[in-house]
Nanobody
């Protein structure tokens, strides 16, 4: 199990950029698949992006605008968000799960560990 702490959220105008970071505790971070989810008010938590053994993969809403990266030496995973839209407004959560396979995980129920979330607000 790892503990996850997100940072980097805030208020930005449409078209702007934000970079979210997630720091993980624990010695097994390199074996984890890591992901970002988001949850807007009144909506279900949805997959945004993940990075695992097969590389990176994204929700259609994030493709071409968001980039997920990780630094195993620093136990961090980042989400660079460009060309933000008001529809991107949500609480963003970092999530992780141990894996030794090439399977892709896009459902919240597939992740064991979660951060507390960071608010991203995009104004029009």
């Amino acid at each position: 199990q790892v503990q996850l702490v997100e940072s980097g959220g805030g208020l930005v105008q449409a078209g702007g950029s934000l970079r979210l970071s997630c720091v993980a505790s624990g010695r097994t971070f390199s074996t984890y698949s890591m992901a970002w989810f988001r949850q807007a008010t009144g909506k279900e938590r949805e997959f945004v992006a993940a990075i695992g053994w097969t590389g990176t993969y994204y929700a259609d809403s994030a493709k071409g605008r968001f980039t997920i990266t990780r630094d195993n030496a620093k136990n961090t995973v980042n989400l660079q968000m460009n060309s933000l839209k008001p529809g991107d407004t949500a609480v963003y959560y970092c999530a992780g799960r141990p894996t030794l396979s090439s399977q892709r995980f896009v459902a919240p129920s597939q992740y064991n560990d979660w951060g507390q979330g960071t608010q991203v607000t995009v104004s029009s």
